[in-house]
């Protein structure tokens, strides 16, 4: 679970824009002076893979029935590269393939008035049944190959311990004051997300050119004494950074520090940006996780995003006020200023995604509580949500007026308020929310 969660924050954090919304054997091998090699989003053609891969399933069965041997394998041995892959394309196209026609038959409902409403509505949800016991037949594929899950659990551990120990070593020298490091500006005029991305950018190109990354963030919008106001520092023991034989980016091999340009001037622009991935443990995690690109921006995350102990507690008593529990879906419905960059959504687009997903627990268990865990800067939202929707439990954080207001949006207390939706959503087992940044509506499964 730990890989999807990190994934699932990933997604959370990039995606809330303005609202302020997993390990060890190749480490040991890893040193800051290793020559990374790089494979770039445009080299992950996993449809190339199902390709070849489908080949040498041809090719593996007839042996295997040649030997009369088990085609699936055992609980034993890790599940190989092309089962991995394939099972996950299948799984990913059999709900592409349910929206694909999901939204054909709304359109051709409304434009064919001979259609009755109650044919359409009993069409769509024998569809979507059908796509559900498919995605249930699927699980068990993966049960067969990897016994409870056992292999995934233990490889997304060891892997994601692996890179949490290379960015320590990163950012922890043997000697501060001699380490090649790598400034960063925590001073970009937009909301928390973009600065997210921003700060993403800066550790990858620390990453890339084994530079120790500096973060400047005195003077920060949302708290002016900088970053550990709410989160824990990058590091413990290398955090100063000297003005003489600084340069801009890219800077050369000679330079002390180099200072690293926001994301409107970066040229050129660092070889790792998103969603490129090492190429040292590309096959690992291609095997491990379906989208391996977010996975790789998770770590990163994943280390710099570790909150203040006075936060954590925040959260903790938020959590037993509410009675947070799973299965539970997390719904981020973005208002105010957000108009003007995406399309809107009704409330009713949203949970129409949860209603499909609790329609699939349910054959597991019928008497599923159906449950959210609802964000918005938008008091109406709630509201709505409770009215049209009254067999959920809803479940939220009570913000302060900073959040709603935009004149006190980007504030100490409504940062505190962010981190707490963004901890919960995150935890939840089905996140629902919208890709601002280009548009689109979209959902991540756990």
């Not at 551990?157 to 960063?184: G, M, Y």
């Not at 926001?262 to 590309?282: E, G, K, R």
């Not at 959503?425 to 979209?442: G, R």
Request: net charge positive; glycine share 4%; proline share 5%.
């Amino acid at each position: 679970m730990g890989t999807l969660r990190e994934s699932k924050m990933c997604i959370v954090v990039l995606v809330m824009t303005a609202l302020v919304t997993t390990l060890l054997s190749l480490a040991l091998n890893f040193s800051p002076s290793s020559v990374i090699n790089w494979l770039p989003l445009q080299q992950l053609d996993l449809q190339a893979v199902f390709n070849q891969t489908f080949t040498n399933y041809q090719a593996d069965m007839s042996e295997r029935s040649r030997k009369n041997e088990t085609a699936a394998p055992t609980s034993e041995s890790k599940p190989t590269l092309d089962f991995e892959v394939t099972r996950r394309l299948v799984e990913t196209n059999l709900r592409d393939a349910y929206f694909f026609f999901s939204n054909q038959l709304k359109q051709l409902y409304s434009s064919n008035t001979k259609m009755k409403p109650e044919d359409f509505k009993n069409l769509q949800k024998e569809g979507a049944e059908r796509i559900r016991i498919l995605q249930y037949d699927l699980r068990r594929l993966g049960q067969v190959g990897d016994e409870e899950g056992s292999w995934r659990q233990r490889e997304a551990k060891e892997l994601s311990e692996e890179i949490q120990q290379r960015l320590h070593r990163l950012q922890h020298p043997p000697d501060c004051a001699t380490a090649k490091k790598l400034l960063c500006d925590l001073n970009a005029p937009c909301g928390f997300g973009c600065e997210i991305h921003h700060l993403i950018h800066c550790f990858m190109a620390a990453y890339e050119k084994n530079r120790t990354l500096i973060l400047n963030s005195a003077g920060w919008r949302y708290s002016p004494k900088g970053w550990e106001t709410v989160f824990q520092p990058f590091s413990e023991t290398c955090t100063n950074f000297s003005a003489k034989n600084m340069t801009n980016w890219p800077g050369t091999n000679e330079s002390q520090t180099v200072r690293f340009p926001d994301f409107y001037t970066m040229i050129p622009p660092p070889v790792n940006l998103p969603l490129a991935i090492p190429q040292d443990i590309s096959e690992r995690l291609i095997r491990l996780h379906g989208s391996p690109g977010v996975w790789w921006v998770g770590q990163f995350i994943k280390y710099f995003f570790k909150l203040h102990p006075y936060v954590k507690e925040m959260i903790n008593n938020t959590q037993k006020a509410i009675q947070f529990q799973h299965p539970i879906v997390g719904v981020h419905v973005r208002r105010t200023n957000k108009y003007t960059e995406a399309r809107f959504y009704n409330v009713d687009d949203y949970m129409e995604q949860a209603e499909e997903y609790f329609a699939g627990l349910e054959i597991f268990n019928p008497n599923v509580t159906r449950r959210i865990y609802l964000a918005s800067e938008e008091p109406k939202v709630y509201e709505e949500v409770k009215l049209k929707y009254p067999h959920y439990k809803i479940l939220y954080h009570q913000k302060k007026i900073d959040v709603v207001q935009m004149s006190t949006r980007r504030s100490l207390t409504s940062l505190r308020d962010l981190l707490v939706d963004i901890h919960f959503l995150t935890h939840s087992d089905y996140v629902i929310l919208t890709f601002s940044s280009n548009n689109k509506f979209d959902h991540r499964t756990r």
